[in-house]
């Protein structure tokens, strides 16, 4: 059933878009990926990947939506494909729907630190200078990660917010949302970096994060680019193939595709202004800047040396929530518009079927962090192993048969279509897009796959 929901501005479509695409990616993996691969050696490479063959994919998903009208499942089958193809959308919807349930706990994660910071319990008992180190804010992860109830109020609260946007509809709930949330994390991010780069050491951060180092350079630094431009757009989600069946026609889809990841890009920058500068300025450089460590116990570390810590960790970690949440709700969407179409149910139903079971599998995540209850697979958390198959596994193989759909199995003409708006804009650029499509983004995102298991 083709839809006849659209975005009611541009504003909102591409606030929604980039809200979509903005997330805990460019916050604690893209500095992360950073430090590792040799500052702006990797920021250089990660910047060729998000245009050469972000934007790319990004058209092809964003064509898909638009011209099938439905869900990640509805528009190939709108689009008269076959099983084979439309069942990548079915894959899409399970990898987003796999990447919800822990994420739901990380935005609780999130939610939780966003509260001790305004309660002032993350820094309490933090004392004189010599105690504010990476110890005593360790300690502080465990009291509120780590414990059996807090993460799982948490996340039920986050689950609940976001069946309160979702229920509304795509106006009322995810683009009014969308109109107040992604300013608003713009504005905080740049008071943030202004900070940051007024830091008595913040020249020498800038010096890493700008300067780059060629001799890090490694096989692995492109597939890690590679990798987090395809996880930062959110690509091989189903979100970019649902928000484009909001699109109207006259919307330009490279245009947008272009808009939409230069915010991305922008974010994952000004993040890099915030942190660089930071670190170096307290002699933090040793410590982890990846995954929960950078955010719950490094940056922690930073407010506390700085004047009005609580001010300033209240910002972030607001920062940190929209980012979480914009991304929960573009995730959940995915399925939330699947179930509406193919079972033809009322937006209100649709959204508690998908939603109502994540207070038990979220549940399971959030649980599975407690080594103590052993609840694995693999060897893995269920948390870990959900993250590493949807991610590494699910999201590039969807985003090659994407690609290959689009590039040579599409009813003729379609990408042309779209990209012109069915004739009435220019598309220079169409050739380029198709080219990559064929042949260069397959090939890359088929050496990312298997990457994962050499």
């Not at 099983?83 to 919800?100: E, F, H, K, N, T």
């Not at 630190?113 to 992860?141: E, N, P, Q, R």
């Not at 995915?334 to 109502?356: E, G, H």
Request: aromatic content about 12%.
């Amino acid at each position: 059933m083709a839809k006849t929901t659209q975005f009611a501005s541009k504003i909102g479509l591409i606030a929604a878009t980039v809200g979509s695409a903005v997330g805990l990616g460019n916050v604690w993996r893209f500095p992360a990926e950073t430090q590792a691969n040799g500052g702006a050696a990797f920021l250089i490479i990660y910047i060729a990947c998000v245009f050469l063959l972000g934007v790319p994919v990004m058209v092809a998903e964003f064509a898909i939506g638009r011209s099938g009208r439905s869900d990640a499942v509805g528009s190939f089958i709108n689009l008269g494909a076959s099983r084979p193809w439309w069942a990548v959308g079915g894959v899409a919807i399970l990898a987003s729907y796999m990447i919800l349930c822990f994420y739901m706990v990380v935005a609780g994660w999130t939610l939780e630190y966003l509260i001790a910071s305004v309660s002032g319990f993350l820094y309490d008992g933090a004392g004189a200078m010599a105690h504010t180190d990476s110890a005593f804010f360790a300690g502080k992860m465990s009291t509120l990660i780590g414990s059996r109830y807090y993460p799982l109020i948490a996340t039920y609260v986050v689950i609940l917010i976001n069946a309160a946007v979702l229920i509304v509809g795509v106006q009322k709930g995810i683009e009014r949302m969308s109109n107040i949330m992604m300013p608003l994390l713009f504005v905080i991010l740049l008071v943030l970096c202004g900070v940051s780069l007024t830091l008595p050491g913040a020249s020498e951060g800038l010096e890493f994060f700008l300067r780059p180092d060629f001799s890090r350079v490694t096989a692995s630094t492109f597939l890690n680019a590679l990798g987090q431009a395809f996880f930062s757009l959110s690509l091989g989600m189903g979100i970019l193939i649902t928000y484009a069946s909001y699109f109207p026609r006259t919307t330009h889809l490279t245009r947008t595709a272009v808009t939409v990841s230069m915010l991305d890009l922008l974010v994952a920058l000004l993040m890099g202004f915030i942190i660089f500068p930071a670190v170096t300025t307290f002699s933090l450089e040793g410590e982890s800047l990846s995954g929960s460590t950078l955010v719950f116990v490094t940056l922690p570390e930073v407010f506390a040396r700085m004047p009005a810590t609580q001010v300033w960790s209240v910002m972030f970690f607001l920062l940190l929530f929209v980012a979480a949440l914009t991304s929960t709700i573009s995730i959940a969407e995915v399925s939330v518009a699947f179930v509406a179409d193919r079972m033809d149910v009322p937006r209100r139903v649709s959204t508690i079927v998908v939603l109502l079971p994540l207070f038990g599998f979220s549940t399971v995540c959030a649980l599975s962090q407690l080594p103590s209850l052993g609840l694995t697979i693999g060897g893995a958390t269920v948390f870990d192993f959900l993250d590493d198959v949807a991610t590494n596994m699910l999201l590039p193989l969807v985003a090659m048969f994407t690609c290959l759909y689009v590039g040579w199995f599409a009813p003729p003409g379609l990408l042309r279509r779209e990209v012109t708006n069915r004739g009435s804009a220019r598309a220079r650029a169409h050739g380029l897009i198709l080219f990559i499509l064929r042949y260069v983004a397959p090939l890359l995102t088929g050496i990312i796959l298997v990457s994962r298991f050499l």
